[in-house]
Nanobody, 122 residues
Framework: QVQLVESGGGLVQPGGSLRLSCEAS????????MGWYRQAPGNQREMVARLIWGGSTNYEDSVKGRFTISRDIGKNTVHLQMNSLKPEDTAVYYCKAGGVRTSGGTLEGDVWGQGTQVTVSS
């Protein structure tokens, strides 16, 4: 069974920074991509940043230039460095691993973490 464990959320003042981390564990053979999504109350879940294991990245327009997604080479771990945070960044942030294939050959598809709260407020 593949699991994602997120860490790094919390309360920060506007203009501040936070770093989220997500580690995938279990019998993993390969992962196609890992990314961060967020959902604010009353809103749909949206993609924030995604990193494809071949190296390309995608960002939601409102976070470009402020957020950076990265991975630990050789590990199934991604980080989201969030700078110049704004109140509108407040949401529960979820990590997602896409196209997960297990060591047994099973295609798990998408796997989600439990979410971590990010609150930007003075």
């Amino acid at each position: 069974q593949v699991q994602l464990v997120e860490s790094g959320g919390g309360l920060v003042q506007p203009g501040g920074s936070l770093r989220l981390s997500c580690e995938a564990s279990g019998s993993i053979f390969s992962i196609y991509s890992m990314g961060w999504y967020r959902q604010a109350p009353g809103n749909q879940r949206e993609m924030v940043a995604r990193l494809i294991w071949g190296g390309s990245t995608n960002y939601e327009d409102s976070v470009k230039g402020r957020f950076t997604i990265s991975r630990d080479i050789g590990k199934n771990t991604v980080h989201l460095q969030m700078n110049s945070l704004k109140p509108e960044d407040t949401a529960v942030y979820y990590c997602k691993a896409g196209g997960v294939r297990t060591s047994g050959g099973t295609l798990e598809g998408d796997v989600w973490g439990q979410g971590t709260q990010v609150t930007v407020s003075s």
